[in-house]
Each structure stands twice: as C-alpha cells, then as structure tokens.
C-alpha cells in the first residue's frame, strides 16, 4: 500500500455475473484527503463504494484500506421505525460504540430530532442522520455516494459545510460519490471521473473544473445555484468571506 493513503485500488474488475461493471480501476485517497469521484447514471460508482466496504467481491485486482472506512449508501438506508438515535447506535455496532454523545457535538441539528422515527425525517435530515451514523464506527476515511441525490440546494450546502468541516478539525479524509460534478469538484481537492466502468480522467478539481470535456459533459446548469446556496449559509450564520475560498472558482 502507497504509505499515507487511506484507499488504494489497483486493477479492480467487478462483474455482475457475464456483465462487467468495473474494468480496471485504480484510484487511491491519502489520509485526510477528499477525493470526488464522478460519473453519469450506470458508470459503475456504487459498485466501487460497495467493493471497498466489501458488500462485493473484485473479480481481480486488489482493494487496500488503511484504517476504517464507513459508508454514507445512496438512498441513506433509514430504518425508518427506529429513532434517530438508534440509526445512529446502529453505526456503532461493529465497533461496540453506543455513545452517541460526540455525534450531537459534531451535527447540533440531529439533536431536536433524537427520539423522532427516522422515517419521519426530511431527506436532508436522513442525510445528516446518514452521516451521523457512518461517524460512530470512528472511520478514518467516509466513502459517501450521492450525498446530494434529491436534495435541495441549500440542504447540500449544509451537509457540505460539515463534510468540510470534520475534514479540517478531524482529518478525516472523504471519498464523495457524486452524479452532480461541481458540488465534488467544488468540495474536493482531487477527481476521478468513471465512465462505463472504467477511470476516463482524473486530476486536481481545479484541472477537471477547466477541462472543456468535463465542463460540457458533468458541470451542468446547476453550478450556480449551489455556489449561491453555500455563500447565503455563511451570510446568514455569520461566517467570515474568507470561507468562500475553495468554493467559488
Ligand atoms: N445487482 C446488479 N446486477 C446486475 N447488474 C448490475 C447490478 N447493479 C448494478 N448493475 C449494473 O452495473 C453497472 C454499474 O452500476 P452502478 O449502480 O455501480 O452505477 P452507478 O454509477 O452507481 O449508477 P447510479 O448513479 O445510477 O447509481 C450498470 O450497468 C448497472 O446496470
């Protein structure tokens, strides 16, 4: 393993019986990193993040983690009759942490909505209750596929915020799934893009966000909205204008 990364995948090759899903991936993520990894509908993205959780197997190549990943699935997978704060015990389990104290501190906003039924929550508030529940197994790296899927743009805004937020006070390092490039590339140093189950360019944001093919096919009319959506959060909670740096390019 690539010393300092947290996810290395070398070669990967996953199949759905004759049909290949993945053909070769490599990528890797650095501690304390985040990486984006973007592509359309069908181009392979949930069956890497469920290879590195280990849902599925590689038909070859090799998946490497150094430390602990936890997963944030699409869809946020509630269990919709138990309360917000057994979603968020439930995070633990594998590592016998039943203390959801920390996870309060981090996401203030679950806090009101501890003993409410999980399937009563508004999809940014499952989100949250998604990422909450990922934190309690103490990972080291956070793969989050479609973080934004369904999302009001200033939900996104708000979640994004605390991704970037548990990135510099915790080191904690992101692998984000996203069908919606300018939120990946606006929160992410670097960027795979997948298409039809292979790495069709990867580079810094910054590269991928000037690259003329990348911007006519991925970064689509809704850029602006979540930039707008990002700079009216900090307005109105106060945030100094330096926070904008990294967001608006
Ligand atoms: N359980 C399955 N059985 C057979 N084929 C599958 C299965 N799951 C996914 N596929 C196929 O594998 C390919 C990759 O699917 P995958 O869900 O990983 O893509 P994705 O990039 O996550 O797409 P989306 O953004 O729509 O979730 C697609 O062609 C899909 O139809």
Not at 176 to 192: F, G, H, K, P, V
């Amino acid at each position: 393993m690539i010393e300092g990364s947290v996810i290395e995948v070398r070669d990967l090759t996953v199949r759905y019986g004759a049909a290949v899903a993945l053909d070769g991936v490599s990528l890797t993520v650095g501690a304390g990193e985040m990486v984006a990894l973007i592509g359309p509908n069908g181009a392979g993205k949930s069956t890497l993040v469920n290879t590195l959780s280990g849902i599925l197997r590689p038909a070859s190549g090799r998946v490497t983690i150094g430390g602990r990943l936890a997963q944030v699935p699409e869809g946020r997978q509630m269990f919709p009759d138990l309360t917000v704060d057994d979603n968020l015990r439930l995070g633990g389990w594998r590592v016998r942490n039943r203390d959801t104290g920390p996870i309060y501190e981090v996401l203030p906003d679950l806090v009101k909505l501890r003993r409410r039924r999980a399937g009563l929550l508004s999809g940014g508030q499952q989100q949250m209750v998604a990422v909450g529940r990922a934190l309690m197994s103490r990972p080291d790296v956070l793969a989050v596929d479609e973080l934004s899927l369904g999302l009001a743009p200033l939900v996104v805004a708000d979640l994004v915020r605390h991704l970037r937020e548990l990135n510099a006070e915790r080191g904690l390092a992101v692998l984000l799934i996203e069908q919606n490039a300018r939120i990946a590339l606006d929160l992410c140093t670097r960027a795979y893009v997948l298409e039809a189950g292979r790495i069709a360019v990867s580079g810094s944001a910054e590269e991928l966000a000037a690259s003329p093919t990348v911007a006519a096919a991925y970064l689509g009319a809704d850029a602006p909205v979540i930039r707008a959506s990002l700079k009216s959060l900090e307005q109105l909670e106060g945030r100094p204008d330096h926070e904008e740096e990294g967001v608006a390019r």
